[in-house]
């Protein structure tokens, strides 16, 4: 059978700092003139540096059949998107073929091909166009559009007034209603609310079973098993794995726990301003151990260094993201307990203690974060890793397997049963 898509040797090298500047001054043109016949003359001769050059991806070779979901996951920086916008055709590769047989309709960022000061109703007809329908296809399917996307209210609304979550709503229904043979969608469906995603997914999988093709992005592990046929793990450019849905998401986790790089290894762990982030560490303060039990005191703890940050507010915090689903279980800033650091000038640590840690057993990433007065973040995310065990929080000799399949936060409160009485109040009295 003849591949929907088919990928081969596909490459694309980007030059750091090498894109053109758009908006220049009148004297920057000027000198422009000059200047340009020698810069070309450079890069002709290979003036970029060897240091310079970045494949985003390289010697990439897989093949999807028609009908086939599949689901590309992997670390951020390891060629997802750049994967979906050279396949979308937006960007052309620096070597290798890609080969889509079809119609194809790609959903990449929120709001893509939408004019913000034109209505609900004038961005269905010109993002229909821009993706290849007709008038006469957009008008059949417009109340399809409008009903899918649930906007009627908004639909005379101009959409720069339309929140993130309407915006992918709308954006979805274009384009899920243009039955394209290849739909091409990346994370954007995580904007959306928990009751649209399942809607979305019920037509993502409604249109593999009329013969459609799907490309699905997600870090959102359980919405990629749950959909997918099959998946493709990347890593640093490289395709990783390619194969049955469970196998993929399991060598992934792996990879993710017992490799260090694959999770260090970021753009977003490298030094951004005065302050880097270093040596992120979790442990339990009882037996100061990284092996961490449901309930036991912890404690989050990591060095920096920095410069010129002298007067200013500094606000550490840090977070816990379920491997799994991709979810933000714990987020806790110093600022919350309205507790900001000036003196943070130079080399120092930063610890803070948790009493009965209350996240169920699982493996999660740990994120330290910096924020300067507020609104100024000096260093992007330095994550590790962290496996919190079986443990009992609640003192019963339960280990809570029950609790751990309904919640991934536990509280611990006071129960009461008062016989023979009731409790009145009024709205008025709760509030």
Same mark, same amino acid.
């Given at each position: 059978m003849k591949g929907a898509v088919r990928v081969d040797n596909l490459g694309k090298q980007y030059v750091i700092g090498g894109a053109e500047q758009i908006y220049?001054?009148?004297?920057?043109?000027?000198?422009?003139?000059?200047t340009s016949p020698f810069q070309k003359y450079l890069k002709l001769k290979g003036a970029v540096r060897e240091k310079d050059k970045f494949w985003a991806l390289r010697n990439v070779n897989f093949e999807i059949r028609p009908g086939e979901v599949t689901g590309i996951i992997g670390q951020n920086g390891a060629g997802k998107s750049t994967l979906l916008k050279i396949l979308s055709r937006i960007t052309c590769p620096t070597e290798g073929r890609a080969i889509l047989s079809g119609k194809v309709a790609s959903l990449l960022e929120v709001g893509t091909g939408f004019h913000p000061e034109l209505t609900g109703r004038?961005?269905?007809?010109?993002n229909g166009t821009i993706l290849g329908m007709t008038q006469k296809e957009i008008r059949s399917r417009f109340d399809d559009i409008v009903s899918f996307a649930e906007i009627e209210v908004f639909l005379d609304t101009p959409v720069k007034r339309y929140s993130s979550g309407m915006y992918v709503r709308l954006a979805f229904s274009i384009a899920a209603h243009l039955d394209p043979d290849i739909l091409i969608?990346?994370?954007?469906?995580a904007v959306g609310d928990a009751l649209f995603q399942d809607k979305c997914l019920r037509k993502l999988s409604s249109a593999s079973k009329e013969g459609r093709t799907v490309l699905f992005v997600s870090h959102n592990l359980k919405m990629i098993s749950a959909l997918c046929d099959s998946c493709i793990v990347l890593n640093k450019g490289n395709l990783l794995s390619m194969g049955n849905v469970t196998d993929q998401v399991n060598l992934y986790l792996s990879k993710l726990s017992n490799e260090t790089e694959l999770v260090t290894d970021r753009e977003e762990?490298?030094?951004?301003g005065p302050m880097v982030i270093d040596d992120v560490r979790i442990f339990s303060t009882a037996n100061n151990s990284s092996v961490i039990k449901l309930g036991d005191d912890v404690a989050f703890e990591f060095n920096y260094k920095a410069d010129n940050l002298r007067g200013k507010a500094i606000s550490f915090g840090f977070s816990l993201q379920d491997i799994t689903s991709g979810e933000f279980v714990l987020v806790y800033y110093s600022e919350f307990n309205n507790m900001y650091f000036y003196d943070v000038n130079g080399q120092g640590t930063i610890r803070c203690l948790i009493d #009965?840690?209350?996240v169920v057993p699982g493996?999660?990433?740990v994120?330290? #974060?910096?924020v300067a007065n507020n609104r100024e973040i000096y260093f992007k995310e330095n994550l590790t890793t962290v496996i919190i065990k079986e443990g009992d929080y609640y003192g019963t000799g339960r280990l809570g397997h029950r609790a751990a399949e309904l919640t991934k936060i536990l509280i611990d409160g006071e129960w009461e049963h008062h016989v023979g009485e009731t409790i009145h109040g009024d709205v008025g009295e709760l509030n």
């Open positions: 220049r001054s009148f004297r920057e043109m000027v000198a422009g003139v000059f004038e961005n269905i007809y010109l969608v990346d994370e954007v469906l762990t490298k030094e951004h #009965r840690l209350p493996k999660y990433l994120a330290c #974060r910096a």
